[in-house]
């Protein structure tokens, strides 16, 4: 068998394999093209996303320079190329397979591999890169994995199950996938309760907010742009990145300014308006690009800005016994989805009632018997049991309050009732 890599040459697909996975580019070749693409500096548009690029010249021995923020992300034109780098060695499904639910549930041996294959290119290629580094790109990979699952499935799948099924699916097997993983993959997206979830993820997705458009400039640079015009606000980054005559955006701006004006100018700190910020769309989390973007470790951003919910700790310690349940309880497993009654025990976000909606808080999705009762109080068709074990959003109200317990932050590590529509399930790619 053999397999065209872009460039006029038909190659055998061991050979192009050992390509895709090690260099980027076959080092013979007259033009620098990747499967069709030029790496010329003219068509690198900024203004969309698009296939990822290799870098000329690596793995001839020449050294890339590439300067890192203080969060280890890589910036400027040399930047955006090393990740157009790892976007070229990670989807690949003979190096990682495709088959996995996602990046974590990817063995630790495989992913070791893939450390070890980036750092000698690291090593190799690059002019100086921080230990710190291995984290992000780890995070990137993740990314990447899930990015590139996420193109394939509407592209080589849904394409051609709508409006009619084609019942030689499996057999249109992608360039770059195992036949075997195809054939998985058809099989696992067939199943009744996979296409089931499906459904639900892409309403979820759909309450995400106002999307950003940076294209193919990353936050990292944005943040770093910003910082350095003396612009250290979360917030800036937050319009930077959105469309100023979307109504949600305007509506966030609004509440803002609203509560900013309610503090005297001595209490106008930039921690103190980064804590407002935050307070109403919340933090970067779960795959949101907010103000970070992905791959940045949450223990840095934690240290740049202080937890919203951090003078609700006492309340919960007060409150929780031995017996709490705790989130790595509710982890899913690696195996297919499960029906609605064995959701009970698994990790959840609660979001508010309104639209736009908001996520407010994290927990454990605990029984959806509406006979149940809390404080006495029966939940009620279309209510279910949750226990609250992060509080996002700690001033939002409660629908339904009760003596004492008014807001999520007051109903840190308590039991409290939760309109069912408005707990969404996490998904494996939000661990």
């Given amino acids: 068998m053999v397999t065209s890599c872009g460039n ?19 080092k013979n070749y007259k033009n620098w093209v990747y499967h069709g693409l030029t790496t010329s500096k003219s068509s690198r548009s900024k203004h969309g996303q698009g296939k990822s690029l290799g870098i000329k010249g690596w793995g001839s021995g020449s050294k890339l320079k590439v300067q890192f923020d203080v969060n280890n992300k ?8 090393l ?21 974590k549930s990817v063995p630790n041996h495989i992913k070791e591999v893939s450390g070890k294959r980036s750092r000698y290119n690291f090593c190799d290629n690059l002019e100086f890169y921080s230990d ?14 899930k990015d590139n699952k996420a193109k394939i499935k509407p592209e080589h799948y849904m394409s051609y199950m709508f409006p009619d099924a084609d019942p030689n699916i499996a057999l249109r097997v992608p360039d770059f996938v195992d036949p075997d993983q195809w054939k998985e993959l058809v099989e696992y997206w067939q199943t009744e309760e996979v296409s089931a979830e499906a459904l639900r993820n892409k309403g979820n997705r759909s309450w995400r907010g106002a999307p950003h458009n940076t ?29 100023q005559d979307n109504p949600e955006v305007k509506e966030i701006m609004t509440e ?17 308006r980064d804590l407002i910020f935050h307070s109403i769309v919340g933090k970067d989390n779960h795959g949101y690009c907010r103000t970070y973007g992905g791959g940045v470790p949450r223990g840095s951003e934690a240290r740049q800005f202080p937890d919203a919910a951090s ?33 009970c025990g698994r990790e959840v976000y609660l979001q508010t009632s309104r639209i736009p909606k908001y996520d407010v808080g994290e927990g454990l999705l605990i ?53 069912f529509c408005d707990v969404i399930k996490k998904e494996m790619d939000d661990y």
């Avoid at 193919?216 to 469309?243: C, K, W």
């Avoid at 503090?263 to 930039?270: K, N, P, Y």
């Avoid at 509406?370 to 009620?380: A, F, K, S, T, V």
Wanted: proline share 6%.
């Fill in 215 to 243: 294209g193919r400039t990353p936050f990292s640079q944005i943040r770093y742009d910003l910082a350095a015009n003396g612009e250290s606000l979360d917030m800036s980054v937050y319009l930077q990145t959105r469309r």
């Fill in 132 to 145: 710190e580094y291995e984290s992000v790109c780890m995070d990137s990979c993740h990314r990447i994995y």
């Fill in 83 to 103: 990740t157009g780098q790892l976007g070229i060695m990670v989807p690949n499904s003979y190096c990682v397979p495709l088959t996995y639910l996602n990046w």
């Fill in 256 to 272: 803002y300014n609203r509560q900013v004006e309610l503090l005297s100018e001595d209490e106008r700190t930039i921690e103190a």
């Fill in 367 to 419: 029984s959806l018997d509406p006979d149940i009762q809390i404080d006495g109080e029966r939940l009620g068709e279309g209510y279910c049991k949750v226990y609250v074990g992060k509080a996002i959003m700690p001033h939002v109200l409660l629908e339904r309050p009760r003596p004492g317990v008014d807001t999520i932050g007051d109903a840190l590590g308590r039991y409290v009732v939760w309109n």
């Fill in 8 to 26: 006029r040459y038909n190659l055998a697909r061991v050979v192009v394999q050992e390509h895709l996975i090690s260099n980027g580019f076959l």
């Fill in 74 to 81: 890589p910036l400027g034109d040399e930047g955006n190329s």
């Fill in 311 to 343: 003078g609700h700790r006492s309340v919960r310690d007060q409150s929780i016994g031995g017996d709490t349940p705790t989130l790595e309880q509710g982890h899913r497993t690696l195996t297919r989805s499960p029906g609605p009654v064995e959701q």
